[in-house]
């Protein structure tokens, strides 16, 4: 069973960063994609970001340029910089680990001033 463990939400304020981490504790992390969703109050789920395992990334328009996903093989760990943070962003945070369609317990990220 891939067990995967998200960290790093808070409360932010306009236009502050916050880091995600997502550790996936599998022997398989290199070989598979991760993406980041978030969902918001009373919205769907949608993706924010995904990375390949070779390193191809995509976003969602509305975080081109401020957000940045990437994913570092050695510690089996992927991230999520996200600069220039906007109440709209207000969500919880999941990240999904593409063997076995694996999720994480989602990370709360406020964005209030």
């Known amino acids: 069973q891939v067990q995967l463990a998200e960290s790093g939400g808070g409360l932010v304020q306009p236009g502050g960063s916050l880091r995600l981490s997502c550790s996936v504790h599998t022997a398989a992390f290199s070989r598979f994609g991760i993406g980041w969703y978030r969902q918001a109050p009373g919205k769907q789920r949608e993706l924010v970001a995904d990375i390949a395992s070779d390193g191809t990334t995509t976003y969602v328009d509305s975080v081109k340029g401020r957000f940045t996903i990437s994913r570092d093989n050695a510690r089996k760990t992927a991230y999520l910089q996200m600069n220039n943070l906007k109440p709209e962003d207000t969500a919880v945070y999941y990240c999904?680990?593409?063997?076995?369609?694996?999720w994480g317990r989602g990370t709360q990220v406020t964005v209030s001033s």
């Open positions: 999904r680990f593409a063997y076995r369609d694996t």
